[in-house]
């Protein structure tokens, strides 16, 4: 059986995942008024530069030999090569993504559009189908309805992690969300004001934060101090797109 706790949380973190990254949008795309065009086109760019092309090659390397040595070795290293890869793909994908695609919008309002498309996507995909997923089991399970073969195949994890971990995970995901539409904003903002500097640093922010969290966690197993500082980057990234807003007023003066 599946604890009722369990499966409580997986369903918010499902709400958090999924329907909060919806609902912000619809809210702010009517307060704003930011292009539908720009949610599409963040949406696109998480697909091309992390589902289509960064994990798949992330996952071919992590399965051959020398790899296993290497991150056993120096896991540090590993962990930040990993971090800044991240970095370097998703900043990469949103310069592209405005200069090519959006290139007639580069607005306050479409960077936050695109931030909402491309923090939305990476949250349903990522976390909200997969906990879904496991909801549905959950309750097939404690139902009965799951085959023994299925249950010592799925199981495992929904019944060795710790329940506050799935709600964790949820809470990380809002989070996360404004971390993506402030990084949209700053690589906006360089193509705005004509600095490319600041794609590097949208590049340098973005690593520091998935070094961070994934040696916290990884090093330390400890998720509240993990999740405590990923709360810090996300205040100041709230900070920063509330702010920013006149930069770009500015910037059309």
Known sequence: MIKIITIFYLFITILLSIGLPISIGIILKKKLNFSLKSVFVGALIFLVFQIFTRIPILSFIQKTSWYSLYSLS??????????????????IGRFIGFKIFLKKDLNWENGIGYGIGHGGIESILIVGVNYLIYFIISILNNSGKL????QQIVLEPLIKTPSYQFLFTGIERVFAFS?????????????????FFYLLIAIIFHTIIDFVAVYIYTIYKNIFF????????????????????????????
């Open 74 to 91: 120096y896991p540090t290293l590993t962990i930040f090569i990993i971090s800044l890869s991240a970095g370097i793909f998703e900043e």
């Open 179 to 195: 971390i993506q539409i402030a990084l949209s904003l700053i690589v906006l903002y360089g193509i705005k004001s004509k600095n």
């Open 147 to 150: 085959n023994f073969s299925t």
């Open 226 to 253: 993990t999740e405590t500082l990923v709360a810090i980057f996300s205040i100041l990234s709230l900070v920063y797109i509330i702010k920013s807003k006149k930069y770009f007023k500015n910037e059309l003066l």
